[in-house]
């Protein structure tokens, strides 16, 4: 059972568009008092996707900013699981536990 949220759906709605301006959504969150989960989950529920088309330049360098943050983000998460693989299978290659 999911808790009930103490915002609004029109807060939730500002704060993804203030996040989408910005184009740094930990910032952001920091500036309202959320935590960047929350703020993450109210951008893949509300946010809109970016019209390539239309958007304007600053629109597209911050998306490509974001991006490129969270593509560093998972590297970093990938490097750490493959260093955490590496110490498994090598204890277990010892035999030891």
């Given at each position: 059972?999911?808790?009930?949220?103490?915002?609004?759906e029109?807060?939730?709605r500002e704060?993804?568009?203030?996040?989408?301006a910005?184009?740094?959504?930990?910032?952001?969150?920091?500036?309202?008092?959320?935590?960047?989960?929350?703020l993450?989950?109210?951008?893949?529920?509300?946010?809109?996707?970016l019209d390539?088309?239309?958007?304007?330049?600053?629109?597209?360098?911050?998306?490509?900013?974001?991006?490129?943050?969270?593509?560093a983000?998972?590297?970093?998460?990938?490097?750490?699981?493959?260093?955490?693989i590496?110490?498994?299978?090598?204890?277990?290659?010892?035999?030891?536990?």
């Open positions: 059972m999911g808790r009930k949220s103490n915002y609004s029109s807060y939730k704060a993804v568009a203030k996040a989408e910005s184009g740094n959504v930990s910032q952001t969150a920091r500036e309202l008092g959320i935590s960047n989960k929350s993450h989950a109210w951008i893949k529920q509300y946010g809109e996707p390539i088309d239309n958007a304007s330049v600053k629109e597209l360098s911050a998306r490509v900013r974001q991006l490129e943050r969270q593509l983000m998972r590297e970093g998460q990938i490097e750490v699981l493959k260093k955490a590496g110490i498994v299978s090598e204890a277990e290659g010892n035999g030891s536990r």
